[in-house]
């Protein structure tokens, strides 16, 4: 079983959606959640990071951490084309520089 | 503010060549990592750095060489090029406890 469960999808969503994307987790050390979003022949980037339990917002992005459940998700609201991407979770533990990533979930946004 | 570079954006090799991938950051980051990504594999880690002179192995390093002399450049070094090692490459950089920066890649072919 890997560290990092996440759905690879595809999510096939119309204009306006919401879109909602989770990961699972199996180490209880995870402190520090990271989403990135990679369009296609680029890098990865940061769309948000948020650090143990707890809900944040950004605009459209809504990241949700459930340290209890082991559980996290993003959601993007009034989604556009332009969300239409690999989005991938992230996470570590305090004082330890490596991350563990899930697979990524491609996502399309319909117009 | 550039961040992490990475140059080739593109190469082709033929099988048995060798090659050094760069990877400069600006950002003071002690840690400093390679991975590769192919299709339906994720993101796998090569080889990482947590500061100048200090490397060890990730997840599939059989075949890269890394060296960190300077706490900006972390370059890879491909010594016997391989199809197997056909990947696009990213260099990914990070503060203890902060998100990781990536650079935009290096897609490689190895015929």
């Known amino acids: 079983q890997k560290e990092v469960e996440q759905d690879p999808g595809p999510l096939s969503v119309p204009e306006g959606a919401i879109v909602s994307l989770n990961c699972t987790y199996s180490?209880?050390?995870?402190?520090?959640f990271m989403w990135y979003r990679q369009y296609s022949r680029k890098g990865p980037e940061l769309l948000m990071y948020?650090?143990?339990?707890g809900n944040k917002e950004d605009g459209r992005f809504t990241a949700q951490v459930d340290k209890s459940s082991k559980y996290i998700s993003l959601f993007i609201r009034d989604s556009q084309p332009s969300d239409s991407a690999t989005y991938l979770c992230?996470?570590?533990?305090?004082?330890?520089?490596?991350?563990?990533f899930g697979a990524g979930t491609t996502v399309t946004v319909r117009a | 503010n550039a961040g992490v570079t990475q140059t080739p954006k593109f190469q082709v090799l033929k099988t048995g060549q060798s090659m050094t991938l760069q990877c400069a950051q600006d950002m003071n980051h002690e840690y400093m990592s390679w991975y590769r990504q192919d299709p339906g594999m994720g993101l796998r880690l090569i080889h990482y750095?947590?500061?100048?002179?200090?490397?060890d192995q990730g997840e599939v390093p059989n075949g890269y060489n890394v060296s960190r002399s300077t706490t900006e450049d972390f370059p890879l070094r491909l010594l016997s090029a391989a199809p197997s090692q056909t990947s696009v490459y990213f260099c990914?950089?990070?503060?203890?406890?902060?998100?990781?920066?990536f650079g935009n890649g290096t897609r490689l072919t190895v015929t």
């Open positions: 180490n209880s050390a995870f402190q520090y």
């Open positions: 990914a950089s990070r503060l203890e406890n902060s998100p990781l920066h």
């Open positions: 948020t650090y143990s339990s």
């Open positions: 992230a996470m570590s533990a305090s004082n330890d520089y490596k991350l563990s």
């Open positions: 750095s947590v500061g100048a002179g200090i490397t």
